[in-house]
């Protein structure tokens, strides 16, 4: 043992750089950053915004609108001008986003149900949040109005009846079933709820396996290239045990590294959705639903996810072999990676069951469709389904590994070379 | 004089090609045997055979009594080999380097110091050693692996190409000090197509082309039986 841990101890000496850490620190600084701005654009979007309006109506209708509009956060700033053009001039040439022309005779034209619109200007000044989403909140406010003035003409014309019964005379209760659970609630909310939380486990995953399998490959290639593997070979330690040290270290230091990303990562999204207020009915839903991940359903994920890693450093290995320099290395990792985004994409994008059988197979055949699949096997308690997924990934790595170790104790782990030229192995 | 090494009608194949034909030759304690011939000759197959890298298609190597094909971890334990070339790892600083290889071979902290000290001595590298191995010269490379190859004392030293890509003094430093350890019972197995180099190192020869040994003997043998000045010339006439 003392042996193995000299040997890990070099790797992860040699793999944990100083470029490493300038690279990490500059990922995390990055995300930091966009995730601040986002959130500045957000608080802007959501403070009061200014709104120039030309009411050419003073009627208590048009006077009615305008208040709605303070109740949402919008300050009214009257426009000095008479006429639409000069309005619109003159908006453009202040600070305003947006602008509100109340044609004369509006309040009365309504009241016969008489279709004379407003007119509302949104000057784009960017294409960012704040910049675009004064636009939707005015329409939201013309809707408000829209019902308001109908919801009016109901009541009086049927004193009797709820006029939203009127306008909506079919309405529905929604029910979402998993398993024997039953909520009241909307699929897509749950749905959309579910897929926000869990949509970090695929990057994770994504980002795990091709930071170590880059540095497996590259650890080996680099070790060719330097002419350093020729004299670790004979060095009296088992080529097994080189194998797993460079293995190991690659996991270890992908593992932190990725770490390290996500809590970047976490700055990021927390930047981006920190003042966004979630729905409070729907965690109960959630709740009822048992669609959140208990403790044992993180610990089946994590070995999941290991045992997706342990595959991608044993595949890693085997094509780090094939290597002849740290270049022909980056252009073997390109597998590994088509590998990774064929689940992730798949797991976004389409619903496995729904896939025909032979590409089923093919997709279920690769290793690292297993965990990207767990999250929702988890939840919706597919239990064989992770079970078998993590004996499968188990028994493809014990084959991966029973490969590279009888590749490292032969010639081939220096004459096996993949030559791009002739397009076929050598052994 | 008790034998170390004995290689006896080795054979290796690459496919069709017969790159080793059934090599034989012996290797003494406290001799530097050299392996001389033209590129392609076979020298490094041989010592890569030996080195445990690569395994034989056929034939017999014994060293202390162990045979490779039953015994490969114990000839790594025996034996330090040096490959033509060869580099270190350029993000570990010399010192590092000297620890982690020591590591391997000593049982105790005190035996990895007395190694690490030992190399400390053949490199001369001073303060240098606690820089980066990137920031060192070729010959400063080459002194740092032949320090690392000697410092354990082994049974068996394998040197493929010494002094190769060095320059004139640099590689007069390393030939003395393979001279140097040579004197103090360490056998030496080297190889090198620098026919001069290898009469001024060996005390004895083979002579190597196309996976087949020509002959054997001292470089004064050798260039009695066939009237020559030098083992260049020796070699030549063995051809014919």
Known sequence: MKKFFNLLRKEIKELVTLQLFISLLFTIGLFYFIGQMAKKEIKKAMTVQKVSVLDLDQSPLSKSLLDNLRLMNFQVEFSKTAGQEEAIQSAKDSDANLLLVIPGGFGESVSKFEMQPIETYTFLRSFSISGTKNSAILGAVVKAVNSYISDDFLKKKFPDMNPDNLKNP?????????????????????????????????????????????????????????????????????????????????????????????????YYMGGLMSDVPVAANIGNVIHKLGLSLSANGYILLGISLFAAILCALALATILGVLAEDYRSAQSLLMPVIFLVMIPYFISFFSDMNSLSVPLKVFILAIPFTHPFLATQNILLENYQSIFLGILYMLIFFAVLVFIAARIFSTDKVLTMKLKWRRKRLLF | MKTVLQVDGLKKTYGTLEAL????????????????????????????????????????????????????????????????????????????????MSNFYAETAERSEEYINRAVAIAELGNRLDEKVGTYSKGMVRKLLLARALMTKPVLTILDEPTSGLDVINSMEVREIIKKFSREGISVLLSSHNMLEVEFLSSRVALINRGIILDTGTPQELKEKYSAPNLEVVFRSALQ
């Open chain 2, 21 to 100: 034909k059934g090599v034989s030759f012996e290797v003494h304690e406290g001799e530097i045997f050299g392996l001389i011939g033209p590129n392609g000759a076979g020298k490094t197959t041989t010592l890569r055979i030996i080195s445990t890298l690569l395994s034989p298609s056929g034939g017999m190597v014994v060293l202390n009594g162990f045979d490779l094909k039953k015994n490969p971890e114990k000839f790594r334990e025996l034996i330090s080999y040096l490959p033509e070339e060869a580099g270190a790892y350029r993000n570990l600083t010399g010192m590092d380097y000297l620890r982690f």
């Open chain 1, 170 to 266: 079919i309405k529905s209760r929604d029910y979402v079933i998993v398993k024997n659970r039953m909520a009241e609630g909307s699929a897509s909310s749950v749905t959309s709820f579910v897929y926000s939380q869990s949509i970090v486990v695929p990057i994770i995953l994504m980002m795990i396996i091709i930071y170590s399998s880059q540095m497996v490959i590259s650890a080996i290639a680099m070790e060719k290239q330097n002419k350093t593997l020729e004299t670790l070979l004979t060095v009296p330690i088992g080529r097994t045990s080189i194998v797993s040290a460079k293995m190991l270290a690659s996991g270890l230091v992908g593992l932190i590294s990725a770490i390290i990303y996500m809590i970047g990562f976490k």
